[in-house]
């Protein structure tokens, strides 16, 4: 059992700062992993938390139950705080005259990151379709550690699956357009931010044991080459998988280039295809496209019944190969007798988007000016906590999901209350598991 309450002058901080706590703050399951390890919370108390409908609500309810979890309580709320990467919050909690810390929490806080200075939100201006992609100030990507896949659930689960199991499991590529050339594409403006999610992604698929190549700033013409070499590369005979990550402004059916023209993404899917990447026949190959599908900014439309708002904590504004055949060749006529068994000519692939198409609607993708986009974050967030025991295509069911929840932040500007809407299309013909960590 906990000893006594939080001690009054935490209370107090916590009462002073839980409006913008509640506006800003991020209570997601690595917050409260953190606090359940320090036997702040339970896990029923946690659970409790997660099931609020609203970002606001979840935070508010999290609130209430600290000052009564004991004296420990807001020290291992403040570390919790930047274990999340929301060090501001952190700041903001312990630099209130209100608070009293401990010696050793003190201390702790002398090596911690400082605080960044929060952006100003530019006026809105007038934009193109070709610059259009929004970017937002909202939560940190998550940095836990990718969870183990256990040897019991790759036993009962690897049978009916893609074959996962070399090491490294694949090949990854990510392209991240964030610089435009002024002179030949002066409507596409810096992708602020842009340069985290290419981290991002560098960091969670070499968690999932992927040899990452990061390409940044490419024209139209330099992606198609790059996407083209990396098709071809010998190793993809051996390895068991393969991912394709393109960040960039973009419209229906197409990313740009540096140079303002359009890489058709159709094109790309095609080099990955069973005739021209015949290393990968039977393999899963996963492309992410963090662009934008067109012009329109999804608005939202009032829930008929249910809460009134949800929220996203902070301000927001907007974005938009052959070798191989020889071989086969010689194989084909050194077994002419036996008829061989012929494949689709485009299969096993998956591709998230952070935007939608449809066909009276095609939006805009939300990115964060300093933490990288929405789909990105969320992306690598249910990749984290999720791959140990979830296949690919619910784990973008869960990307969806955390994504339908947000909501611009950004009051003045016509971003404010904005949503965003991600989708998936799917030909995998199995279960694709990443079996995390396990050989």
Same mark, same amino acid.
């Given at each position: 059992?906990?000893? /006594?309450?939080?001690?009054? #002058? ?50 508010? #309810? ?170 071809? #590369? ?7 998988? /393969? ?18 023209? @359009? ?9 990955? %295809? ?71 000519? #485009? ?14 609607? /095609? ?22 906590? @999720? ?6 295509? %619910? ?45």
């Amino acid at each position: 059992m906990l000893e /006594c309450g939080m001690s009054t #002058r935490d209370q107090k901080a916590l009462q002073k700062c839980a409006t913008v706590l509640c506006k800003q703050m991020v209570v997601d399951e690595m917050l409260l992993q953190s606090l359940q390890t320090d036997g702040v919370l339970t896990e029923n108390m946690a659970e409790g938390v997660m099931a609020q409908q609203t970002s606001q609500k979840r935070s508010w #309810r999290l609130l209430l139950l600290l000052p009564k979890r004991g004296p420990k309580a807001f020290s291992s709320f403040c570390s919790a705080l930047r274990d999340t990467e929301q060090q501001h919050l952190c700041d903001l909690l312990t630099q209130c005259p209100q608070t009293d810390l401990s010696e050793s929490h003190r201390e702790s806080l002398v090596h911690s990151p400082p605080l960044s200075t929060q952006e100003v939100i530019p006026a809105k201006r007038p934009r193109t379709l070709e610059s259009m992609e929004l970017s937002l100030d909202t939560d940190s990507p998550i940095t836990t550690p990718v969870y183990a896949c256990s040897h019991d659930f790759y036993l009962s689960h690897c049978q009916q699956s893609y074959k996962m199991n070399s090491s490294p499991r694949g090949l990854a590529l990510v392209i991240s357009n964030v610089a435009f050339d002024p002179c030949t594409a002066p409507e596409l403006d810096l992708r602020k931010g842009g340069e985290v999610d290419d981290e991002v992604l560098r960091k969670v698929f070499t968690e999932l044991d992927y040899i990452v190549t990061v390409q940044r700033n490419l024209t139209a013409q330099d992606m198609r080459l790059c996407i083209e070499t990396f098709s071809r #590369r010998p190793e993809h005979r051996t390895l068991d998988s /393969c991912v394709v990550c393109l960040l960039s402004h973009g419209v229906d059916g197409a990313v740009y280039g540096t140079d303002g023209k @359009q890489l058709q993404l159709d094109w790309v899917f095609g080099s990955f %295809d069973n005739a021209h990447c015949p290393l990968l026949q039977n393999k899963p190959k996963m492309f992410f496209i963090q662009a934008c599908r067109g012009e329109d900014m999804d608005c939202g439309v009032e829930q008929i019944d249910g809460p009134t708002r949800t929220c996203s904590p902070s301000c927001e504004q907007v974005d938009a190969g052959r070798e191989g055949q020889g071989n086969t060749s010689l194989r084909q006529r050194a077994d002419l007798s036996r008829p061989r068994i012929k494949l689709p000519q #485009r299969s096993d692939m998956i591709c998230g988007f952070a935007s939608l198409k449809g066909q009276n609607i /095609c939006t805009a993708a939300m990115r964060n000016t300093k933490r990288g986009s929405w789909f990105v974050q969320d992306l690598n967030t249910v990749l984290r906590l @999720q791959a140990k025991d979830t296949h690919l295509a %619910d784990i973008l069911v869960q990307v969806n999901s955390r994504i339908k929840e947000r909501e611009g932040h950004a009051p003045g500007t016509a971003h404010h209350r904005c949503k965003e809407m991600s989708e998936f299309t799917s030909s995998l013909c199995k279960d694709l598991f990443f079996f995390p960590k396990h050989l």
